[in-house]
Nanobody, 124 residues
Framework: QAQLMESGGGSVQAGESLRLSCVVS????????MAWFRQAPGKDREGVAA???????RYADSVLGRFTISKDSFEKTLYLQMNNLNADESAMYYC??????????????????WGQGTQVTVSS
């Protein structure tokens, strides 16, 4: 049974940075997509960034140029470096994964493994 555990959330001021981590264990397969999603109170969950087993990444337009998704060489830890955070990016951030031989989906429906989330609060 795959397990994903996020860490690194916290409270920062607008314009500051945070780095989120997600440790992945027990994943059934060698090729999969990993992604970060976020959900603010009263809003739908949205995709932030995703990365496939070949290292190809994709980003939501709103974070392009400010956020960077990466993973370690053994694909056991997923990262999200978030720079120049905005107050409206306060949300619960989740990492997610699913087995895939190709590119990563942006729709959360494709992801069948989820972490519990880590809270990011950005003050203006």
């Amino acid at each position: 049974q795959a397990q994903l555990m996020e860490s690194g959330g916290g409270s920062v001021q607008a314009g500051e940075s945070l780095r989120l981590s997600c440790v992945v264990s027990g994943f059934p397969g060698s090729r999969y997509c990993m992604a970060w999603f976020r959900q603010a109170p009263g809003k739908d969950r949205e995709g932030v960034a995703a990365i496939d087993s070949d290292g190809t990444s994709r980003y939501a337009d709103s974070v392009l140029g400010r956020f960077t998704i990466s993973k370690d060489s053994f694909e056991k830890t997923l990262y999200l470096q978030m720079n120049n955070l905005n107050a409206d990016e306060s949300a619960m951030y989740y990492c997610a994964a699913y087995g895939s031989r190709g590119g990563c989906a942006t729709n959360e429906i494709a992801y069948n493994y989820w972490g519990q989330g880590t809270q990011v609060t950005v003050s203006s």
